[in-house]
């Protein structure tokens, strides 16, 4: 992400100009759009870089910001952007960058780059003990991020995060109060400001533009929110992996018969249609039929946050991408971590061993991108038996519920007027102010 300063032609001192530029991933587009329209209602000009093919998908962003009359403007650039010749730091701006990690994850990232933590590690299931962290920390190589899973990534990574450590200062999606301790503890080793202005996802506030963020839901939402509103109160699992994530068909259909054997009502997103014709002939054979008075199937998108934030819903199985989690949160719900990737198994830590809001599924290592993997990494009956403890009645899981009920209006008060998170905009938005003026 990248800041200019513009004058805004009146009083003749300079409006803040953010100008966001998304890495082009879902899970970093959509909590962009979203800092775009925070940063446009607290007084801010953004301009919103992305392609014309990814332009297309934000058509809802685009109208609803200009329904609320916000200074928002996406501008449509072809790759690559080396290209257009610009000077190489040479224009003074300060950067910011936005990696889309939370501060715990930020801080393990740190570390293990740093400390070279990884590299003679050659046993995956060795118990490696993140040194300098401030909570004791142990996972596995097989879980650590680095362990990624394109080929031929890992440089590129590299190189893109030295040029992060660079930057001026970090913005998060999280808030303070979620995870004070290891957001102070990442702005003193990484020596750089990091700004909560999280959940961002809270900048939503009615259905119409949660149920558009991201991309067109396949489905019709009346009919979804219709279903919902026939369950009772936090009744309901809710079950998807984001955007990236690619289960393979013999893990998705696992997972249905544990959900199935569960006998709980639940939304399961999943990736079927004739691009995965296993999956379809085997929901079409019989699961769609057992299961359809309490199961509903959204094939592709779905309206994540609508759903998430419906009163039916009462727990949350979730890969652990930032955003999910940080939604997951918003909802109030406790959730059921089933990481497949990146640093989904740090959050899931966060989750589960820290903020104690949720239960693992018991993921040992990463799901591989595109790979043969033909594996069922997690059983029906782990899946039946997680289901059964979060949506159950034991005194745990009532912990549980109350703990993430408490988390979420920790997050409202911190988004809101005056809280952490909405004062952390205007200190951030003041500060780029007066360093394009000091500038001239
Ligand atoms: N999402 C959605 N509908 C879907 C899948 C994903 O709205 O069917 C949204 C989800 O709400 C979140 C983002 O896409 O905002 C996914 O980001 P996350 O960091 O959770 O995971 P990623 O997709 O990057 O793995």
């Not at 966060?350 to 018991?362: A, P, R, T």
């Not at 039946?384 to 005194?395: D, F, H, I, K, S």
Request: proline fraction near 5%; glycine fraction near 10%.
């Amino acid at each position: 992400m990248t800041f200019a300063g513009s004058g805004d032609g009146e009083s003749g001192s300079e409006r803040a100009h953010f100008v966001l530029v998304p890495m082009m991933a879902q899970g970093h587009t959509i909590p962009m759009t979203d800092m775009a329209r925070l940063l446009a209602e607290h007084g801010a000009q953004v301009s919103f870089i992305t392609t014309p093919v990814n332009a297309a998908r934000l058509e809802g962003f685009t109208a609803d910001v200009k329904a609320a009359g916000l200074a928002v403007q996406l501008v449509e650039l072809h790759f690559p952007a080396a290209e257009f010749g610009l000077p190489d730091g040479e224009l003074g701006i300060p950067r910011l960058t936005f990696s889309g990690f939370c501060g715990f994850s930020s801080l393990v990232r740190y570390i293990i780059f740093h400390n070279n933590l990884l590299e003679h590690v050659t046993d995956d299931n060795e118990l490696i003990t993140i040194p300098g962290f401030p909570t004791l920390l142990e996972l596995t190589k097989a879980k650590l991020p680095g362990t990624l899973c394109v080929p031929g990534m890992e440089q590129i990574r590299e190189k893109m995060y030295e040029e992060e450590l660079r930057c001026d200062g970090e913005i998060t999606n999280s808030f303070k109060e979620l995870e004070t301790l290891y957001i102070e503890s990442y702005e003193q080793i990484a020596r750089k400001k990091v700004w909560t202005i999280g959940p961002m996802c809270l900048c939503h506030r009615n259905s119409n533009t949660t149920a558009a963020r991201g991309n067109k839901a396949p489905m019709d939402e009346a009919q979804c929110l219709q279903w919902l509103d026939s369950r009772k109160p936090g009744s309901v699992i809710f079950v998807s992996f984001g955007s990236l994530a690619c289960t393979t068909p013999q893990q998705i259909v696992e997972l249905g018969l544990g959900l199935e054997a569960s006998k709980k009502p639940f939304i399961w997103v999943i990736k079927a249609g004739p691009k995965f014709p296993e999956v379809e002939e085997w929901l079409a054979d019989g699961f769609e039929e057992r299961v359809k008075d309490r199961g509903m199937i959204i094939r592709g998108w779905a309206p994540q946050v609508m759903i998430l934030w419906h009163q039916a819903i009462g727990g949350f199985v979730t890969h652990c991408g930032w955003n999910s989690t940080i939604e997951g949160i918003c909802a109030g719900v406790p959730m059921i971590t089933w990481p497949h990737f990146a640093e989904q198994f740090l959050n899931e830590k966060l989750v589960v061993d820290v903020l104690k809001l949720g239960v693992e599924v018991g993921v040992q290592g990463v799901t591989q991108w595109g790979s043969e993997q033909q594996e069922v990494m997690v059983t029906r009956d782990a899946v039946e038996t997680a289901v059964n403890t979060l949506m159950g009645e034991g005194e745990a899981t009532e912990e549980l519920r109350m703990r993430a009920e408490d988390c979420a209006i920790k997050a409202r008060r911190a988004f809101d007027e005056e809280g952490s998170s909405y004062n952390n905009v205007r200190l951030l938005i003041q500060e780029m102010e007066n360093k394009t003026n000091a500038c001239g």
